[in-house]
């Protein structure tokens, strides 16, 4: 009799409180660009926040139009998470002015750019556009070197506590978790990896500047002809030519390119090429932050041998 | 120095040990022997002892160096971004340190085309439609700029957005396509715009011609707004806050361009309201769709025509014009992902009714003078297009275009005033066209493009149409809309 009311109390009290003070209560919404952000979002949140993410492993962030579904989450968004550095440049200024929604604005605290938090790569000494589509801010893929998703959790996790403070012991707490969690991954990855230090790799676009720096790869050339614009047959066969030459040991693509251009190339040179799971989403084995590390070196281990 | 102690202290029992052995007792040499073995148990133990100090001391200064390499490399790490950080400070200071700094992103889009056209231009209409001239006329024949478009755009404060979009006309004419302001984030799902802009109508109609999938808008855009209806006025937009994209927009406005006309007066010459429903289908399917109502008063909204005789008059309505467009828009790519291929389908439909007064021959250079009566229509079109990307940076397109004009009831014919014939323009006719786009993109900021088109607007001038284009975007990255 007890621990039915005592159940029923549970139950109902929580429901009834929602009912009454919706907006204390209800979770926050985290619109993110890129699936990795929403991956951390969740680490963070638990099921303080819901969590949607704009794009998929299999898209390239690059090209996504302002889309009907995407401006209806930003206008109710309390968060939105980019990766910046004009990464989104083309889609999220507009998502952003159709919203009609003040909270995530840039400027205020609901307006996050995670490239903002990490030292950035290859900021171009030049500007112009017959070098193919640069960032002036510098390599936007800041995903796949672990020490930057660490720091980006530290702000991430300061800013869903602003955002609802009610919840910020929640957040500290979640966040300190991860980061211990994250360390103990990172010093294992460090020790896995210490065999790809040196590895040379033809990439498809340049995307994997974060991951050479952090493991110590040596990018020797790229699929495609100059950032954003696909491989050309006159490149590819030049890129043949260079390879014969000099090969590098591996040809990375990411998940969402299409692997035609990598496996031209691996077939011509015998080079293995290899698809990285590039976020979370990317590949089975990249269920959440841990797994796509986790498989980003096993896929890169097993052509390094 | 342990050594020595040692060694002295054997060398000591060694001289004296066999000296007195013949005098010491028995008991006395075991005594002695116990003492030596004594000294030598104690040295041992401080030997064991200094030499695990040894050993700890020598772990201690291994870890040391460890240590130091670590820092080592910490170090050199550090002095890695510092580069970088330098790096960046170089590129922060090198933007100038001026009032221009501040300056708005600036864009252009260049814009030109070959026409080869089997009817002459001069002579085009839209039969049984009112709309002539310039405005929906398919350009020039040969080589022609088309028009040019510079842009501004930044933000005016934490409360506005301001842009400024002019163009260039080949004629050396400047227009302001579009010149507003826009509220950054008013809450609640609200937008506020003010100044010129392109009316929400439909979907075509708010996109830039540059970002058009053909080279020129259709048939319906032409007969029922002008080509493009920009209008001097207020837009207010409001975002339900729903998972599925429903929008509600309110315009009013001078109404001061086809279908409505400039005119000397107070008050809103035309409202505009529209309503849009948006969503996802699928993991690479987008829709929208969207029904939108103009309302224009048009006072002596001119257009010219031949009469019976073959003489050129201009005639006039005054009145009430009544725009109703449904529009839908269906995009799709594999997993969402349209760098390699996609799809888009695009159709709108809509229907005009227009009551008010007629004015025939305003200058009055017939010998029947300027005459006015009813007029009464209801007329409508769509056009419906396909655009496929079918690999990377080639895409082609088709679409067909269709208009009913339906009867046109003029005053002046049914009171046998004027005959029929005194307006061609509203003789009762179905135009249409049949258009060919193939259309490749160098990069995202350059396109060519090849367009062929069989038109029917008039009755017996069938015009056959070629176009090459091209369309250059510079500076500021131009925006993905949907």
Known sequence: MNVAIRRLFCCMLPAVLALLAQPALAAVKVFACEPEWGALAQELAGDKASVFSATTALQDAHHIQAKPSLIARVRNADLVVCTGSELEIGWLPPLLRQSGNERIQPGAPGYMEASQFVTRLEIPKSLDRSLGDIHPGGNPHIQLDPRNIAKVAQVLGARLAQIDPANAAVYAARTTDFLARWDAAMRRWDTEAAPLKGLTLVVYHKDSAYLNAWLGMREMGSLEPKPGVPPTTAHLADLVARMQAAPARAIVYMAYNSPQAAEFLSERTKIPAVMLPFTVGGSDKAKDLFGLFDDTLARLLAVAK | ?482
């Open chain 2, 1 to 482: 120095m342990i050594k020595q102690t040692l060694l002295a202290a054997a060398v000591t029992a060694a001289l004296v040990a066999p000296g007195t052995a013949l005098a010491v007792t028995e008991a006395e040499m075991a005594e002695l022997r116990q003492q030596v073995q004594q000294l030598k148990r104690d040295y041992e133990q401080r030997i064991e002892a200094l030499e695990k100090r040894l050993q700890q001391a020598e772990n201690t200064t291994r870890q040391t160096e460890d240590v130091a390499v670590r820092t080592a490399e910490v170090a050199a790490k550090a002095e890695a971004r510092s580069a970088q950080a330098e790096s960046a400070a170089v590129q922060a200071s090198a933007r100038p340190a001026s009032e221009s700094a501040f300056n708005p992103a600036v864009s252009v889009i260049l814009n030109g085309r070959y026409g080869n056209l089997s009817q002459d231009p001069a002579g085009y209409r839209i039969a049984g439609f009112a709309p002539t001239g310039s405005d929906i006329s398919p350009g020039k024949r040969g080589f022609s700029l088309g028009e040019s478009e510079i842009a501004f755009a930044a933000n005016v404060d934490h409360y506005f957005r301001g842009t400024l979009i002019a163009t260039v006309q080949p004629d050396d004419t400047i227009g302001v396509e579009e010149g507003y302001f826009q509220t950054l984030g008013l809450s609640h799902g609200l937008t506020l715009k003010a100044g010129r802009f392109y009316a929400n109508i439909g979907y075509q109609n708010d996109i830039h011609a540059h970002a058009w999938d053909f080279t020129d808008t259709s048939l319906a855009s032409r007969a029922f707004l002008g080509g493009q209806f920009a209008d001097d006025g207020l837009q207010l937009k409001w975002l339900a806050p729903t998972d599925t994209f429903f929008e509600l927009g309110a315009e009013a406005g001078r109404g001061r361009s086809f279908p409505g006309s400039d005119r000397d007066k107070n008050g809103v010459g035309s409202t505009n309201l529209s309503a849009r429903l948006g969503g996802d289908v699928g993991s690479g399917g987008a829709w929208l769709v969207g029904l939108s109502n103009l309302r224009t008063t048009a006072r002596n909204r001119s257009y010219n025509d031949l009469n019976a005789l073959g003489t050129q008059v201009g005639n006039s309505f005054s009145g009430a014009s009544n725009l109703w467009v449904l529009s839908g828009i269906l995009k799709w790519a594999p997993k969402g992902n349209d760098t390699q291929t996609n799809f888009k389908l695009q159709g709108e439909y809509f229907r005009r009714t227009e009551s008010g007064s007629l004015a025939y021959d305003t200058a009055a250079i017939t010998p029947a003078g300027t005459q006015s009566g009813s007029l009464n229509s209801a007329q409508s079109g769509w056009y419906m297009q396909g655009v496929y990307q079918f690999m990377p940076r080639w895409r082609a397109g088709y679409r067909y275009d269709r208009l009913n004009s339906d009867s046109v009831k003029l005053g002046l014919v049914e009171a046998g005033t004027l005959a029929a014939a005194d307006f061609p323009i509203y003789s009762r006719y179905n135009p249409k066209r049949n258009t060919l786009m193939l259309d490749f993109s160098p990069s995202e900021f350059s396109r060519l493009r090849l367009q062929v088109a069989d038109e029917n607007s008039q009755p017996g001038a069938r015009d056959k149409q070629v176009f090459l284009q091209y369309i250059m975007s510079l500076g500021a990255h131009g925006a993905h809309n949907f």
